[in-house]
């Protein structure tokens, strides 16, 4: 696959570490949307689902940081790769949300609701779904960097399996 092929991420950063970079972002994202929709679940209901989910993302992100610092092997990376796409999933699918409600009820929004600044009305909310598709995008990427540095940890560990003389000494592929 193609995709998995990447060696940098973002074209200037070592893969390992824009995983590591990409696992901060994630664990400080969810930590911040945990807590920021956490405040309102006594007045609001419908913020426990979104705060449970971002609670699991902060657990998933702090998982990926345990992998990528102590156990840095194949199989607890690809764990977490797994893990990154459900984060991924989350974050398109809230930003899915934000652009549909925001396209539905654009004309009954007000400034407030929309866009919490003091842009044009229709502005602020043309800012919001931009922002939501770049959210998109880039949370797609990272769960594809995630990827990529799993493979190509596979890759190497696997090429290590392959000699007689690698540092774990004989391996089920390497005993005659």
């Given amino acids: ?3 998995t092929k990447i060696n940098k991420c973002c074209c200037c950063i070592p893969l390992k570490s824009g995983v590591v970079i990409i696992t901060l972002l994630w664990l400080i994202y969810g930590a911040y949307a945990t807590v920021a929709n956490a405040i ?4 609001y209901r419908r913020y426990i689902a979104v705060t449970i989910l971002y609670g699991i993302v902060t657990l998933g992100a702090t998982f990926g940081l345990y992998v ?3 156990a840095n092997t194949y199989k607890m990376l690809r764990k977490y790769s797994i893990i990154a796409f459900f984060i991924a999933a989350v974050e398109i699918m809230n930003n899915l949300a934000t652009i549909i409600i925001i396209a539905l009820y654009k004309q009954t929004f007000s400034l407030k609701k929309c866009a919490y600044n003091n842009y044009d009305y229709y502005g602020g909310c043309n800012i919001l779904i931009v922002i939501a598709v770049i959210s998109i995008l ?3 990427y990272f769960s594809i960097v995630v990827l990529a540095y799993t493979k190509r940890r596979k890759s190497k560990e696997d090429a290590a399996a392959a000699t007689d003389d690698h540092p774990y000494g004989h391996t089920r ?3 005659p």
């Fill in 68 to 70: 990528l610092t102590f």
């Fill in 40 to 43: 309102y679940i006594s007045v």
């Fill in 138 to 140: 880039l949370s797609a």
């Fill in 1 to 3: 696959m193609a995709l």
């Fill in 173 to 175: 592929a390497s005993v």
